[in-house]
């Protein structure tokens, strides 16, 4: 990887503030309503920008909290725990903090202790606005809510920090109570995880460069994904790991995604890979929506 590229994502994954998450007045907030209210933004583009999202959802998508299997008393909590935050408020006061005029929240996590009374959650902090880090600290949706949950409960926040393909299995393994990762309520990854109800409707996005104009005129998924699966395998399509963005390209019956014929290039976050769309080693990134924004947001407004 590039000087470069190494010195951006540094300052992507720093810069909380400016990623704005749609905080700037003049772009529409994305959805934040639990499951049944939507997801939409309108993505405004420039001639000055070096990347674009589409505004076109690709899948729709709900997301929830992967519970230990072998704690059905801790699933019945997180599911309490959303109706009480979704009812109360709090759950769209988290939301504002990204999406609205609100300030991120940072949350500190306390080492894993056996001998304590401790929620250890894993996840994967390069998710923002989800889940994300500024120094020693984390940030994100995922991570206000996992603070509040843990002090409903009374214990002490651990905050595990792995790849995204690791999040599911170390629940599994018992190595960790919780996934809070922007995860997506899939069957294959039941084997692993308890699901609680969700909270967070979802979609994936197409990322291009700021002076292309090829997808401009559609209106729909069908007629984006016509004009990617024309490609072949020339045209090379960044993905987070383990994400949806990834099933999308390389077909998943279970979500009922077909192959594309492009060549799937898989990286550990979507900063990276829209980094390399910028360098020219891609020729499009397709992550979820509100990833998507809060990473083309931040990029537009250093310059790169």
Partial sequence: MKKTVALILTLVMSMTVLAGCGSDSNNTN?????????????????????????????????????????????????????????????FDRICNNYFGDGTPEPVESATEDESKDQLVVATNAGFEPFEYTKGDKYLGIDMEIAKKFAEKLGKE???????????????????????MAGLTIKESRKKYVTFTDSYYNASQRLIVKGDNTE???????????????????????????????????????????????????????????????????????????????CITDALNKMGV
């Fill in 30 to 90: 994305t959805d934040t309503k639990p499951a049944g209210g939507g997801s939409a933004q309108t993505e405004e583009t420039t001639g000055n920008q070096a990347l674009k999202v589409i505004d076109v959802d690709l899948s729709s998508e709900q997301y929830a909290f992967g519970v230990d299997k072998d704690q059905p008393e801790l699933l019945q909590q997180a599911n309490d725990f959303i109706k009480e935050i979704v009812a109360n408020g709090e």
């Fill in 157 to 179: 926040l651990v905050i595990a920090n792995m790849d995204f393909d690791a999040v599911c299995l170390s629940v599994g393994q018992h190595k960790c109570d919780i996934a």
């Fill in 215 to 293: 997808f401009d005129s559609m209106k729909d998924a069908d007629a984006v994904h016509a004009a990617l699966a024309g490609k072949d395998s020339r045209v090379k399509i960044g993905v987070q790991n383990g994400t949806t963005g990834k099933m999308y390209c390389e077909g998943d019956d279970e979500a009922g995604f077909e192959k594309l014929p492009v060549t799937c290039v898989g990286y550990k976050n979507g900063s990276l890979a829209c980094q390399d769309l910028i360098n020219g080693n891609l020729d499009y990134v397709i992550i979820d929506s509100a990833p998507a924004k």
